[in-house]
């Protein structure tokens, strides 16, 4: 079975440029989460999408971050326009149902660098 | 807003050694997930728990879930270079939403 699949796996743009990140989420799995994780930190939730609905946005930075989960499958993460703070590693998951929790799969994440 | 800390925050020891790491909460959680997570790599999952007071085992990994489900722990026996890497808990409560730790870095020298 494929896993997450993210790309790209690295960018560096310049501050107030935009960017976008992709991810394929694993074939059936109807939730995605989109994480921003800092440097030896825990990953943080930005957005998560139940099929092609938002079920939690509260903490995507909504005047430069936006994302998008078309048909419910693909999903993209763009900032416009980027800060200094923004280098991060963005995960892409997507979970499944077990019946007592939910199982999260992770892509590789995209390393973004802002200078 | 709900937080989970986890200790220590690094931990460097040699192979063979036993450890513990923490994961506390003043939140009461469903479940409670722990991942690890390599450079370069997205997390991934070793164990969920879901039962106050719930012991699982994996190999060498022991994980236990709190009484009151709001803290959890995970015992390493015998440590190996293998096991070095990035590890987070993770909290569930509700619809599909997981709140991730601080992390706990391991090391372990060969």
């Known amino acids: 079975e494929a896993g997450v699949a993210q790309s790209p796996r690295y960018k560096i743009i310049e501050k107030r440029q935009s960017v976008a990140f992709w991810c394929n989420p694993i074939?059936?799995?109807?939730?995605l989460y989109w994480y921003q994780q800092i440097l030896g930190q825990g990953p943080k939730l930005l957005i998560q999408f139940q099929n092609n609905g938002v079920v939690d946005d509260s903490q995507l930075p909504k005047d430069r971050f936006s994302a998008e989960r078309l048909k419910g499958v693909d999903s993209t993460l763009k900032i416009q326009p980027a800060k200094l703070e923004d280098s991060a590693v963005y995960l892409c998951?997507?979970?499944?149902?077990?019946?007592?929790?939910?199982?999260?799969?992770f892509g590789p994440g995209t390393r973004l660098t802002v200078t | 807003t709900q937080l989970l800390e986890q200790s220590p925050q690094f931990l460097s020891i040699q192979e063979g050694e036993n450890l513990t790491v923490y994961c506390n909460s003043s939140s009461v959680f469903s479940s409670l997930q722990w991942y690890r997570q390599e450079p370069g790599e997205g997390p991934v999952l070793l164990v969920t728990?879901?039962?106050?007071?719930e012991v699982k085992k994996l190999k060498r990994l022991t994980f236990q879930f709190g009484d009151a489900r709001k803290d959890s722990s995970l015992h390493i026996t015998a440590a190996q270079p293998g096991d070095t890497g990035l590890y987070l808990c993770?909290?569930?409560?509700?619809?599909?939403?997981?709140?991730f730790g601080t992390g706990t870095r391991l090391k372990v020298l060969a």
């Open positions: 728990v879901v039962t106050g007071g």
């Open positions: 074939s059936g799995h109807a939730t």
């Open positions: 998951a997507s979970s499944l149902w077990t019946g007592l929790s939910y199982e999260q799969y």
């Open positions: 993770a909290g569930g409560s509700g619809t599909y939403k997981y709140i």
